[in-house]
Structures are given as structure tokens and as C-alpha cells.
């Protein structure tokens, strides 16, 4: 089933936000082992939707569509389905039930038959939205589907949840199993894995699918994507993959096989561990404890952390010497041991990371020039301290330096006796 | 001039990233006053990239692309627009030089006539790339521009800033003045807003120029684009947007006039008052100070954050006391109270802002269920707290909560004497 999707919403081409519903339908559409073949962005102008309706409906079997379902003049999606499948647009009492549920859902008075949510083309189903008060809807035509929802990340998220896969099981194609294996490495450019490390790999890899490579923050996500036509032929060519790894000189540089984020692969580690750790964060401002408290799990592992982004916190709540600060400043090696050591005392963690460096745009030194961090670690009496340096803009620097420091800890969690 | 964008890369259509070149684009482009008509991603296959440039090119008068000039196998746009063009590729001396700068820049080696770098299609003029190893290209032909960079937002960014205005220069319309007032409004409802509290607000902006309205966070950012013959018409035209918002209703939900984020708004208004703040995070754990210390100047009012994750760490470094987390437990009004009294005194900050609630999965109870939250201030000597309550999923709870405290020290900032 060849799948497109039409992010309909001036906001995204105007740069107000960036779309990130692709990236939700994707993951949703990969449990069920389905892809976006094709997706688009339209402003909210009738023309244009229609134009990416036609080009999106010649290729594919079901068009997905999200926003411009609300209550605004600008949400002009409903009006162009209508014209685009020719449907006259009338009352409709399952719409105006529809919208009414969402609208208790919130406690709130829905105005009834005058409000637009009753209205709905003709052969068009409406559907319930668990999370917001703007109705999908579905219908199917001429062999093809459509799926509408609002634009809301969690409104689509859930609408899809709920309703999708129900509408389309018809059309779905049971007899091929798919499956994806990510090998995450770290520290080696794209370019020499592939062309230096291990000059073959590529090639072997795809012996068992089809192979992607991703650069992302201080590594590069190698993908394998498998077809089968069993879960035990799946999981001989996902063992297959894995064993060219674990003979290749890539090997060293791998830190994991799943999709996991180097955080959740954190609190797993340390979860199973029972490891207690904890952030001084300067550079990082707080992107660190961020990052790992975004994992549901997290709590039972991090303790907390002390943001550190003046002088004066690191030396009266770290207890930073002042002669360290005087001497060495706050971006050194001694600095970054000693918040480390600071932090692990404070907190009564395992393991205690440090962060501090130039994220620029001001600051910066001839040894340490901006992109320049200091990542400190305590452990067991032992306080020890490393320096990188990264290339971006603030933003850039900030994630760098925080995907540096949890790679140190990472490492300290694995190794830790 | 029309602006296509074709996203060239299967890792957006199969969720492991989401596109933010869309954003930097559309940023980019508004500083000239053009906007992206259209936009697509295509898969790194040669068939739906070709499908993809003609959709664009049929519309648009410049197509810009991102993604599939590195050098792995995936990457195919190059003699992909090569066919698209009908033109062949060939050793170019020029590319060849402008890709062993690149690589002189990160000090590297560039393999030179054998690499896939030295060649270009004919007619297309090779970019240097100031950030990254893979040069960019750029040709016009019968009439229409293409442009292509890598897909790395740094590279992206980068090579936009460079190149794309002068190469496209001849062809620009210097005689419209387009400028956007976007008016930032918080608590209030998108419906509510025009439904109740200013039912005529949409039709009295609508004069000025094409409205837009879009649900943010904890808000509603009402954007009016204006275009103008001069840019005396045009500042009459912005003060006319902002005299009907001043003789509104909705005028006491207006947080801000201007692009600015919540987190620029604070660092600005805190620097000119030269008031010092830090935040006591638990269930933001940490994103508040992240927010914060990602705006460039926030080292001068932003002292730091105690992120107190744990239990132990809310008593023994904030000193809340034992009595407090027994008896009303971690996440009440008295805790929220004790947290920012104690940050205050710990980090000897002017505002103190704290955050403690249940972002999920787990925990809640009868009185605060999963999405409450209790912010709490300290100032001068007073404390205190109020609680909140959202929808959301875990990382959707953390960016409300976040919102509700930055809106909650915004206003401490406002009314500070």
C-alpha cells in the first residue's frame, strides 16, 4: 500500500513551526511494517491543496492529511476535500454527535447545529478525537483512501492511533514481514567507516536489505532494512547483520543495535545497575538533565543536577576552588574535575558528569576557543576530566556537548563494576 | 518568484528525523520577503525525486534541494538532476577545486580526480560549502533556478547565507515591502478568542493583510502578513495592526509584538532590568534552564538551576523540609513554596522560579493527577505557588510546564520594581 502525506498549513512554509507530524506518522506506520512513500506540504489555499491532492492520489492508495480542521477562516481543508471528490458539504447528525463527545470531553457547551463540525461532505465518515474538539474524518472512494485529522501533534497522534489502522486492515498486505536493524556508532566520520574502517561493508550489509546511513550528533546511524517472508527468516537476516558487525573493525565504535537514544540506552544501563548519577551542567545549561529526564524511567536513576552557569554557583554550591577559577578559569580541565568531584559530593551519587565549555557566540580563549568543552567525571574517589571540540552555531554546540557528555557516561555506566 | 523545496531523504519519510530545513528556508527567505510556495520529500530514489522535480518545477520558478550530495550510496540527487536536466556528468577542474577547500578547511586530504566530488553535470556551477565536506551546486535553465545543498541544517544554512540571494538576485521583485506583525497571546483559546472575546478582531485585521491564527503552546500567536508600495506605508500598516489589538479586549492576553520567543522576551527584559533569576526544576528537569540558556546574552541574567529530581535533593539542597515531603508530598503547593524560598537563598538570585508535578507515565494522585503542576516564586521575601493542569503526553507535559513557569517569570520580570 503506497501511502502519502499532506501537512496542509501556511505556519510550517512560513517557518513558524517545523512539521513534526511525518516523523509520528512514520513511527506509527512502521509498527504495522507500513512507509510514507511521498509526503508534501500545501499552504492553506485551496488551489494548492487540490494541486498536492491530485499528485498525491495519482501515486498513492491512501492520502494522509493533517490541519486546517479547526474553527478559523484559514482552516479550509473540509471545503477543499469537498470540491476535490465532488461532494456536496450538508448537516450531518453522526458529525454533529462526533463533535458534541469532544466537546463534554472538555467540559464545554458545544454550540450545535450552527457550528461547522456538523457539517460534513457526503460518504464522509467522521471521527472522534479523544484529545481536541476539531472531528477527523475518512472516507473511501474509488478504491482509495483518505485519512483527515487536525494538525495538533497530539490530536494527530491519537486520531491516528485510534482510527487508522481499523479503516485501512482491508487493504493491508499480511504475507511480508519487515523488520529494521540500526547499528549506532560513534566518533567515526561517514565517509571512513565506509571508506577507510571497513571498505566492504556496505556491500555485505546489503546482502540483507536494503542500507542507509545517517550522520547525527558524534556518530552515524547505519541502517538495514529487511523484508522476509517469516519472523524466523526476519530473524536469521537480523542475526545475519548482526554477525558482519561483530566481525567487522567497525565493531569498537557500536553502541547499539536498537533504535534506543543514547539516553534511553542510559537509563536502561543504569536502571539495571541500580547506578545513581547526576549532571554539573554549565555549558549545557540544563540540556543534559533535559535530555535524560525525557526518558519515563529516569527517575529511579538520576538523581538531579546543579546548573551551574555563573562562577559564583560553581564555587559557593559545587565548592570549585576560587584559586581554580583565578588561575585556570572556568573552562579547564581542573574546573570540569572539580564540579565533577563537587557534584558526586553534593548529591551522594555513583557517577557524576561535568559540563563546561564555550557554546559561543561570545567567550572563547586561544586554547579553548568557542566549540571548545571540558566533560569532567567522579566516580569511586576518582576525578578525571577531557576536553572536545565541535564546530555549530549555540544550539548546535549545546547538543554536541550534552551527546559528548552522555557518551562519557554511557561509557562510565557500562564499565562500572 | 515561486519557491519550491524538495527535502531529498528516506530518514524523514521514515521518522528517524524530522525536517527543520523547512524552518531555516522559510527563515531565510522571509528576510527578502520570499516564501516557499510548495514543499516536498522525496525517498533517495531516483524515480520519486524526478516525480518530485516536475511537481516543483511545473509551479515554481526557483526549486531548491537539500540531502543526497554526501558520499555514500544513498546518495543520488546529483545524477539524478543530471537526468532531470538531461545533462551529463563529467570531471569538472572547478568542482575539484572548490571540494579540495572544503577539505583544506577541516584539514583533511581531498582524494582529488578520483573522488565523486569532482565531477558536475554540465551547466551547473559548483558552491563552496563553508561548514562541510560536500560541495553545493546551482544552475538556470530555460528560465527556472535550481539550487542544491546538503541536508546537514549547519551545511544548509550555511551555504543559503552564501549563495542563494546573488545568485537569484537578477530575477527579484524590488518593488513590494512585505513585513508580518505577529501578535502573541497566551491562556486564552484560539476560539475563544475570536469566538467571545472579539468575535469582529479576524475582519478588522484582515484590512491590514492576510491573517493567520496558530495554536502554540499555552497560547495563540495571530500573525498578519503585510504587504506594502513603501516602508512608510508599511510601519503605518503595522501600527494600524497594533492600534485595533490596543482597542481590543484580547489586549490583556498580548504578551509580545514582535517574533521574539518567550525565552528571548525574558532574557531581554531581564538584561535591561538587570534582574537575576534561576530556576528549582523537578518535573521540568531541567528544560526551563535548557530554554533559557539556548538565547545568546542569558549568562548575564541567568545565575543557574538546582534540578532536584530526586526527593533527597529537594530536602538536602533546597532545603525543604522533611515535614513538607511528608506531609503535603513532593508535588503540593507547600513544596513548590519551600523549593523557590530555597533556590533563592542557595543561589542569592532576585526571582526564583519553581516547577514540581507529574509529567507521567507513572504517579499522580486524587488532588493532582498526571499533567498537574505546582509553579512557585520567590522574591523579596514573599513566596508563592499556584498549580496548573495540561494534557499531554510525557514530553508534551514537560514543554506545558515549562511554558506555564516562563510565563510565570515573564510576569515576575514585568511587575519587578
Redesign the interface.
Known amino acids: 500500500m503506497k501511502i502519502g502525506y499532506l501537512v496542509i498549513g ?11 507530524n ?6 506509527f506506520l ?1 509498527i504495522s511494517h507500513l ?10 489555499e485551496k488551489t ?1 491543496i487540490l ?2 491532492l491530485k ?1 498525491l492520489f495519482d ?1 498513492c492508495d491512501l492520502v494522509v492529511t493533517s490541519g486546517g480542521l ?5 482552516d479550509i481543508t473540509k471545503e477543499t476535500l469537498a470540491e476535490f471528490f465532488g461532494a456536496k458539504i450538508s448537516y450531518s447528525e453522526k458529525a454533529h454527535q462526533v463533535a458534541e463527545t469532544n466537546y463534554k470531553r472538555f467540559d464545554r457547551p458545544f454550540p450545535g447545529k450552527d457550528h461547522g463540525y456538523s457539517y460534513l461532505p457526503e460518504n464522509f465518515i467522521p471521527l472522534n478525537n479523544a ?1 481536541g ?1 476539531a472531528p477527523g474524518f475518512f472516507t473511501e472512494q474509488n478504491g482509495k483512501f483518505l485519512f483527515s485529522a487536525p494538525g ?3 490530536e494527530f497522534k491519537s486520531m491516528l492511533e485510534e482510527h487508522l489502522l481499523k479503516l485501512i486492515s482491508s487493504k493491508l498486505d499480511q504475507s511480508v514481514v519487515l523488520g529494521t536493524v540500526i547499528v549506532r556508532t560513534k566518533k567515526v566520520p ?2 571512513k567507516i ?2 577507510e574502517v571497513d571498505p566492504t561493508l ?1 556491500d555485505k550489509l546489503e546482502k540483507f536489505g536494503e ?6 550528533l558524534m556518530g552515524v ?1 547505519i ?1 538495514v532494512k529487511i523484508k522476509a517472508k517469516s519472523h524466523s527468516e526476519l530473524a536469521e537476516k537480523v542475526s545475519g547483520v548482526k554477525a558482519v558487525i561483530e566481525a567487522s573493525p567497525i565493531k569498537s565504535a557500536v553502541w547499539s543495535y536498537g533504535p534506543e537514544s543514547l539516553e534511553e540506552r542510559i537509563v536502561t544501563v543504569a536502571n539495571h545497575k541500580k547506578i545513581r548519577f ?2 554539573a ?1 554549565s555549558a ?7 535530555r ?3 526518558v ?1 524511567g ?2 529511579q536513576c ?9 562562577e ?2 560553581k564555587e559557593h ?1 559545587l565548592g570549585v576552588s576560587a584559586k581554580t577559577l583565578e588561575e585556570c578559569t572556568a573552562v579547564s580541565i581542573k574546573c570540569a574535575e572539580e564540579m565533577a568531584h563537587g557534584l558526586k559530593e ?3 551519587v555513583d557517577i557524576a558528569i561535568s559540563i563546561t565549555g564555550f ?4 567567550g572563547g580563549n586561544d586554547k579553548f576557543p568557542v566549540g571548545s568543552v571540558c566533560i569532567g567525571k567522579a566516580k569511586n574517589g576518582h576525578n578525571s576530566a577531557e576536553s572536545f571540540h565541535f ?6 554546540l ?1 547538543q554536541r556537548f550534552s551527546q559528548a557528555a552522555l557518551h562519557v557516561l554511557l561509557e562510565e555506566l557500562e564499565n562500572f563494576a
Not at 512507509?35 to 492553506?44: C, G, K
Not at 557554546?359 to 561570545?362: I, L, T, Y
Open positions: 501556511s505556519e510550517v512554509l512560513d517557518g513558524k513551526i517545523s512539521d513534526t511525518t516523523k509520528l506518522l512514520a513511527e512502521k512507509e510514507i512513500h511521498q509526503s508534501m506540504v500545501a499552504r492553506d494548492t494541486e498536492a499528485v501515486k479547526g474553527p478559523t477562516k484559514d484529545t474538539f495538533v501533534p497530539r561517514e565517509e565506509f571508506g556496505w542500507v542507509s546511513s545517517l550522520p547525527i546511524d541502517g547526576g549532571f551542567e549545557t545549561g540544563g540540556l543534559c538533565s533535559n535524560i529526564t525525557n519515563s529516569s527517575s538520576f538523581m538531579g543536577s546543579i546548573v551551574c552557569y555563573d559564583k554557583v554550591i553534593k548529591l551522594s557554546a559561543g557566540p561570545g564546530k555549530g552555531d549555540r544550539e548546535i549545546k
